[in-house]
Structures are given as C-alpha cells and as structure tokens.
C-alpha cells in the first residue's frame, strides 16, 4: 500500500502566489508598453504607418492592417526579438555559400592579389622575372588559370554575394527592425571595402560582430568589434606595439624533451599606433565632446597594445606567429599571458606593461589583456557614451535634431540598464517626441532605403539584386564602400541635392518600367487588376497604395503636371540606358528556381505604359523620399 505524501497548505499558497506573480510579471510587459500616439493627435493607422516608416525598409501592401492586427506594441516588441521565421529569404540566401565562410575560409579560397602572385610564383607557375614585362594579357591569363587549377577565387566575387545578401535580406526578411539595426551599428562601427588590407574580414564582421548583438549591451557590441579582424586592421591597432618601432624578434621559451628551446617570429614593428584609440573614444563611446583629451588617447593607445589578429589560412595573415604558437602550445602560451580568442590574439611581448591613466582611471603595471577589457567597459558605461550612442540612435529613428528631453530620457535607461540597446529603443519609442506630428516623414530616405522601399512598396521579385546596387551607386552611396571611420551622415542633407534628385527620379521612372534587368513588378496586381480609368485616377489609387495612411493631396496636386510631360518616355529610356551596368548589357539569362530568366526584351517591356510613368513619378516624387 503506497503512502500518500502530505504537502503543507502553505507550501501550496506560496507555490501558487509565485507562479500568479510571475504570471503578472510577464502580462505586465504589454501592459507597461503603451505608446503615446493618441495624445499626438493620430489615429492608430497613422501610428501604424509611422512604425513602419521608422521600424522596416518601408511598408508593403497590406502592412499597416497587419500591424494593428498584431497590435502596435507587440508587433514593436516581436521585431525588436528578431526571431520570425524567414524560410523564403533562406532559399534565396542559399544559392551565396561563401557569404558564411570562416575568415580563415576566406584567407584561403580569396587570397588578395599579391599573395596569389607571390604562390603561383613559389609554385613555378609563373617566371617572377616576366610579371612586369611582356604581354599583361598573357599574364592575367597564367594566373586566372592557377587560381582555377587551386579552386581560388577573385575577392570581388566574395563582395558581390556579400551585397547581394545585404539587398535581399533588406528587401524580404520578416525581421525588419533587426536588418535596420545592424545597418545602424555597421555604419556606426564603420569598417570599409577600400582597405585591401581588412576587405575580406568585412562578411564576417557583419555577420558574427554586428548582427548578433544589435539589440543586447552595448558593452558586448564593443569588445566584440574591438577583437574584430576588420576592425583591428582597419584601424591599425593589430600592428600597434609598446615596444620602439623596429624588426623584432618574439620568443617564447618551452621545452622540448631535455633541452630548452625558444620560437621565435620576426614582425616589423611600427611602435605606438593611436587610430583606434583615438576612434573608439570620439565615434564609438564618448563622442568628440566626451570629455577626453589627446593625452586620454595616448594613455588608452598604450592600453590596446599587443590586441592583435591569430594567425589566420594557410599563408595568411599571422602566418609567422602561427610557427611559434604550434611550436609552444595553445596551453604554455595562455600561461605566458597569451590570450586567443577565435580570430583575436593578445601577444604580452607586444603590449606596453607601464603604468596609464585614462580619464582619471589608473591602471597599474603589467595589467596585460585585462587592460584592454577594463578600459572599454570603463568607456561603454560612460555617462558620455550614454548621451552619445542615444542621440545617434534618436537622430536616425526620430528626427535629424532629436529633442534633447528625448537623448538624456534615453540616455538614463541606458545607464539603469547598464547599456541594455533594447530597453533604450523601448524607451524611444514610448516617448511623446517619437510621435510628435512634426516628427512624421521628418526623416529623408538614403539611397538604399529609397530602393529598397520601392522595391517592397511594389512587392517587386528579385533575381539580380546586384543591379540594385549600380543604381544605390549612382543615387551617392557605396554600400560598404564609405572610406571614413564615420560610417555614412545620417542626415537628409547629405543626400538630397539636384544631382541625387535628377538620379532618385530616374529610378523611380526605370523601376516602374521594367527597365532594371532583375528586378519584376506586376503593377496591375497592386491594385487587384483593375485598371485606373485615367492617369490622374492612377496617381490618386496609386499613391495611397504606395504611400498608405499620407495626407497627399498636396502631392498629388504636384505631381499632376508631370504626367503631361511629352518626353517622359524618353527621359526614361535614357536613364535606362545611363545607369545599367556595363555587364548588363549582355544577355545572360540565369536559372533561378529552375525556371530560366532572361532579360526584358524591349517587345515584353513596358516602358511605354501609362500606368509605369504615373508610378515611376511617385516614386521619385519628394514624399516618397520621406519616412
């Protein structure tokens, strides 16, 4: 007979008080998250519309009910969590392998030119004595043909998949708040393409650095991209040492059997180097009126030193301290003071062991890489930094001059949450200054957002998204191409002037037209097949489709003369003819699900439609510019 085990009614009321209060807890997150928009006078479409606006790469049809349909505050919250299923974006992303290589993957399969020239050489498929002489042809042709023979590949081919899963990541994840971000923090930790040096790093630097950590602690995000190969190259700070510029040897003595040995690697050495310190402080952290001085930035250069790359491929970078670590052992090395971390290695016999001070911070003698860590985490909790990182988060989500009851709102949650970018964005968004009328599509549109809210405001298909970045190209922004550590202005007057104007409506007109090879819409369908009785109908049905819950009578009323305008068709074909790549110009039909796809045809194109130049017009009116 089993013997019924008696529980305490006590033990009973207190289980059932917590699960009700943790039951409470998590109700209470939807219930505390209320957003003021009623007070600013909208109507919740509108509040939905500006959501969108602000939180994706611009609306698609249907959207907006969507959103209420969720409710504005959990659909908020559902994309701050970033974790909705992308199954479609995934099959596109698959036919990209390269874009989730290693950065040691992509040492071997992408050696820069130089490094290509210096193997074929070693391996007698090139005389070295005939690379500046002769005929070039037949030698870009000796060596297309070793890189084919060793399965090598040209970096510019790793860089085009790596932008063309940027393009269609933007253009179709159900994630949209989480891409803006990692657009946000990529621009604000800016690394670029132009430096040979740290290119092939930039894939990985966005994907594991930046992607993963958008919306947790900041302090996380920073040590992240300061152990980044990217940005240790880019910034100079994997050469900078404590030790007088000169050719160095490194040991470090081991055992072997019964004799002492030492490994050594000789390194060029180029002494202190302050770029990085330097940048953390005034564009990462503190910002330029953070309360540092030139003094500050030496002291912290001293700090990083020895902060450095692992040695990476075959022949890679680091390929000299590669010897000495396998001679020594990852285990005797972490005893010398040695720290390797996946891609980052800290090297004691590079670091300046003296004592520094930084804002007031003294650090002691032979602090080694703890150093480091302590100075960027002292730099991510500044109260500077709080003010700083807020008010670029607020000038790109809310307005270019952010109110500053807004920055120092937001700057408060970041110190109580110790840097939590989540809880910043929530306070952000519950403040009466993001829903402000004044603060509506106050905010201008950067090339890429305004091709890639054209592209998802006319549920376009994508099959060449590389044809997408020509055109981001020619309207004045390079993706990863910008060469300052300041990463792009986010301000409507870097981007808008007559050129970028001239160029936005050449777009528009040349999308709406099926005159971007890659790029299919099917306009009829937005508007369920039926056909506007005049162009006036059209621009009016039009609009609201493309711009929903937008006063725009004003612009309708503005845009009316241009329909008119005799030489429409040709301005379209001109700048057609003007802003297709060179590459597109030959027919070359590509496989896509299957199905072969080849270029628009002039007899299937349909740049003569009415209905294309009313859409074309809209897209490159100003409001469409706006967000």
């Known amino acids: 007979m089993k013997t019924a085990i008696k529980i305490p009614f006590s033990f009973v009321f207190v289980l059932f008080f917590i699960t009700l209060c943790s039951f409470f807890q998590k109700e209470s997150v939807t219930v505390k998250l209320k957003f003021p928009y009623k007070q600013a006078g909208l109507s919740e479409r509108q509040a939905a519309e500006h959501m969108l606006s602000r939180f994706t790469y611009g609306p698609k049809a249907g959207d907006v009910d969507r959103v209420l349909k969720i409710g504005l505050e959990k659909w908020f919250i559902q994309q701050l969590e970033g974790s909705l299923q992308d199954e479609e974006l995934d099959k596109m992303l698959a036919q990209f392998d390269d874009i989730n290589l290693s950065n040691t993957d992509v040492e071997n399969k992408y050696p820069r030119s130089a490094r290509v020239l210096r193997m074929a050489i070693k391996d007698g498929a090139i005389d070295k004595d005939s690379v500046n002489k002769g005929n070039q042809a037949a030698y870009k042709k000796q060596i297309k043909e070793y890189m084919e023979m060793n399965g090598l590949k040209p970096q510019q081919e790793l860089y085009r998949q790596f932008i063309n899963q940027k393009i269609l990541r933007a253009a179709y994840t159900n994630n949209q708040l989480r891409e803006l971000l990692t657009d946000f923090w990529f621009n604000h930790f800016n690394v670029s393409l132009t430096k040979n040096q740290c290119a092939s790093f930039v894939p990985a630097f966005e994907r594991d650095v930046i992607r993963p950590n958008v919306t947790g602690k900041f302090n996380d995000l920073l040590l992240a991209t300061a152990k980044s190969p990217a940005m240790l190259i880019y910034l100079d700070n994997f050469s ?51 309360g540092y001085d030139q003094n500050d930035v030496t002291q912290a250069a001293r700090v990083l030193t020895g902060w450095t790359i692992a040695p990476m491929g075959e022949d890679g970078y680091g390929a000299g301290m590669k010897k000495l670590m396998d001679n020594v052992g990852e285990t005797n090395l972490e005893k010398r003071g040695f720290v390797h971390q996946g891609d980052f290695l800290f090297v004691p016999t590079w670091h300046d062991n003296g004592e520094k001070t930084v804002l007031g911070k003294r650090f ?7 150093e480091g860590v302590t100075l960027l985490t002292m730099l991510a909790h500044h109260p500077s930094t709080a003010k700083f990182i807020s008010k670029k988060i607020a000038t790109r989500f809310v307005s270019d001059q952010p109110s500053p009851r807004l920055i120092d709102r937001m700057a408060k949650t970041f110190i109580k949450t110790d840097g939590d970018i989540k809880q910043v964005m929530i306070t952000m968004v519950s403040s009466p200054e993001f829903w402000k009328v004044d603060a509506l599509r106050e905010k201008t549109k950067s090339p890429f957002e305004l091709a890639i809210s054209a592209v998802r405001s006319l549920d376009a298909q994508i099959t060449q998204p590389y044809q997408l970045f020509s055109w981001i190209n020619k309207m004045g922004q390079k993706m990863y191409y910008y060469q300052a550590p300041t990463g792009f202005p986010d301000r409507g007057q870097y981007w808008i002037n007559t050129g970028a104007l001239l160029n936005r409506m050449n777009f528009g007109l040349a999308l709406a037209s099926q005159r971007i090879p890659g790029i299919k819409v099917d306009l009829a369908a ?12 059209a621009l009016t049905t039009y609009s609201k489709i493309i711009m929903p819950e937008r006063n725009l009578d004003a612009t309708i009323k503005r845009l009316k003369p241009m329909l008119k305008d005799p030489d429409l068709n040709k301005k379209v074909e001109i700048a057609a003819e003007k802003n297709t790549p060179v590459a597109s110009n030959i027919d070359n039909t590509e496989v896509m699900g299957g199905v072969k796809k080849g270029r628009i045809t002039k007899k299937e194109d349909v740049k003569n439609s009415e209905l294309a130049q009313v859409v074309g017009v809209i897209l490159g009116s100003p409001e469409f510019q706006r967000k």
Do not use: C, I
């Open 364 to 370: 002691s003698a032979n602090g080694g890489y703890e």
């Open 526 to 537: 937005l508007n369920n097949n039926h056909e506007p009785e005049s162009a006036e109908a």
């Open 240 to 290: 900078s040492s404590g030790q007088p510029a000169a050719v160095r040897n490194d040991s470090v003595q081991t055992k072997g059997g019964n004799k002492n040995r030492k490994a050594q690697v000789k390194k060029k050495q180029g002494g202190l180097n302050e770029n990085y310190a330097r940048e953390v402080m005034e564009l990462h952290t503190l910002g330029v009126d953070g």
